[in-house]
């Protein structure tokens, strides 16, 4: 089975601070997502890393998939309380199937 | 684009009653669809995979008598919680992918409530 850790589990911080979020498996993926949720709404994709490596960046987002496509990593730069909500990072399973198994996720709560 | 729609948005339903839950893609063809359970504070569980005019293929421990899956057509999936009872109470999420598309995209989910 895959399991996907990420970390921290729960994250408070000011306005302005900076922070990075990990997702870590001991399984291969052949891609991995990142999704912001808001309560009550579904999972909103952030971004989509394939090759391993790669760093893509979103505003004040980047995020890095590992060289060796098992973990991954999101940072937030001068975080807002706009970004507060819950983080989580979807590997997709190798064998073809694009089946997304989810991360335990990061809440992150960005204080005024 | 790329938009999946899931109705509805919340639903009661008395304990021992079944429930139906549809999964569109609006605007491309999902081969694909994916159904997640979600309890409050938790992340995202795969309950199972549709593929279009097949059986969906079940998580271990996810009971498919209980959880009718059908994904009759190209642009809907449907989830269907047979007898439902409290302890069925949660966030129900599809998701749908194109063909040759590395990504998935999700619906606004489902809160069905049993009492």
């Known amino acids: 089975t895959q399991l996907l850790e990420q970390s921290p589990q729960f994250l408070s911080i000011q306005e302005g601070e900076n922070l990075t979020v990990y997702c870590n498996s001991s399984?291969?993926?052949?891609?991995l997502q990142w999704y912001r949720q808001e309560p009550g709404e579904g999972p909103v994709l952030l971004v989509t890393?394939?090759?391993?490596?790669e760093v893509k960046k979103l505003k004040r987002l980047t995020f890095q998939f590992g060289d060796a496509r098992k973990d991954s990593s999101l940072h937030i730069t001068a975080a807002q309380p706009g970004d507060t909500g819950l983080y989580l990072c979807?590997?997709?399973?190798?064998?073809?199937?694009?089946?997304?198994?989810f991360g335990t996720g990061t809440r992150l709560k960005v204080l005024a | 684009g790329a938009v999946v729609s899931q109705h509805p948005s919340r639903v009661i339903c008395k304990s021992g009653t079944s429930v139906k839950i549809e999964c569109r893609s609006l605007d491309f063809q999902a081969t694909t669809m994916f159904w997640y359970r979600q309890f409050p504070k938790q992340s995202l569980m795969l309950m199972a995979t549709s593929n279009e005019g097949s059986k969906a293929t079940y998580e271990q421990g996810v009971e498919k008598d209980k959880f009718l899956i059908n994904h009759a057509s190209l642009t809907l999936s449907t989830l269907t919680v047979t007898s439902a009872h409290p302890e069925d109470s949660s966030f129900y999420i599809c998701s749908a992918r194109e063909w040759g598309g590395p990504e998935a995209f999700f619906g606004q989910g489902t809160r069905l409530t049993v009492v």
């Open positions: 399984s291969v993926f052949s891609s």
């Open positions: 890393v394939v090759t391993g490596g």
């Open positions: 979807a590997g997709a399973s190798p064998s073809g199937t694009y089946k997304y198994i």
